[in-house]
């Protein structure tokens, strides 16, 4: 009796099991092929959804870049890189707040681009800009550990949104409607086999590609890409062996003297009240930024 007893129970958990597993399977959405990899890819990116390519990334591709991004970190100054952030925080700044008197001065006058364009777009390039220089980037402690999904779902989906903004303020259309002329993307499977596949992609007023498309580790992804990536990695990997932030102290305080410098000049850019004192300003940046690049700094 007890035996019977125990072979019901078996029986009913197995059972159990069995329904849990057929449920769960059903929850699951089939596996997308080459076309529809290929759609959901361009028309998240025309939602201003950039980790739908993160997303479509075999497992170990997306390892081999979190690696060197948290490598790169690990090995990279940090007084360094935190001047260079505070740096260009401060140069935004002094564009957001000296906006009127840098459209009169000299450079807005002979730039290609007419001063109204420049005008319209110029808070949105800031903001643009800003995104990056207040984001997981400015802070090496955080790249350590960047989880490379939520980068591209957050700061890289406010990025591309702004980026969109700033491209639709252009008059010239084809400039304007890159992002939005993915929405009407349309890619149809030409031919297909195990493991590869070639798929047509059309984009409205762009040229039509075919693509060919390869699975690798259960996800679709270009052949090429597929066939460069190790060597890319392994080139990306040498270069990273080979990056040393490693100065001596007197280098170190070169560079951050020169660093100085440039915040001292910014900060007379931003006190000054006509065009004349804030070109002056900006000609000794450049004077200094160009006897830098010629060895001369």
Known sequence: MRHLRTHR?????????????????????????????????????????????????????????????????RKMDKDLWNKAFFLADKVLLVLKTKKALLLE??????????????????????ET??????????????????????FFAGTGAAFMEKLDALLKLEKDKKHRTVIQQLEG????LIRSQKDTATVRIQVPEQAVWDVDF??????????????????KMDQAKKALAEFST???????????GMAA?????????????T??????????????LLGTALGKG
Request: glycine fraction near 4%; include cysteine.
């Open 9 to 73: 129970i078996v029986v009913a958990v197995s059972l159990l099991l069995s329904l849990l597993s057929f449920f769960d399977c059903a929850k699951k959405a089939p596996p997308k092929t080459p076309d529809q990899v290929a759609t959901d890819v361009l028309r998240g990116l025309a939602a201003h959804r950039p980790q739908v390519l993160w997303e479509a990334l075999p497992p170990s591709y997306q390892k081999d870049v979190e690696a060197l991004v948290r490598g790169f970190a």
């Open 105 to 126: 001065g000299e450079m807005a006058k002979s730039s290609p681009v007419p001063k109204e364009r420049l005008s319209a777009n110029w808070n949105v390039a800031i």
């Open 129 to 150: 800009a800003e995104i990056l220089t207040k984001s997981e980037l400015a802070d090496l402690d955080r790249l350590k550990r960047l989880d490379m999904g939520e």
């Open 185 to 188: 993307v349309k890619a149809t």
């Open 214 to 231: 390869v699975q690798v580790e259960h996800k679709w992804i270009p052949k090429p890409m597929a066939e460069q990536w190790k060597i």
């Open 246 to 256: 490693k100065l001596t102290p007197a280098e170190k305080q070169r560079i951050l």
């Open 261 to 273: 410098t440039l915040d001292g000049i910014l900060e007379q850019m931003r006190a000054a009240k």
């Open 275 to 288: 065009v004349r004192e804030l070109e002056a300003t900006m000609g000794e940046a450049f004077g200094m």
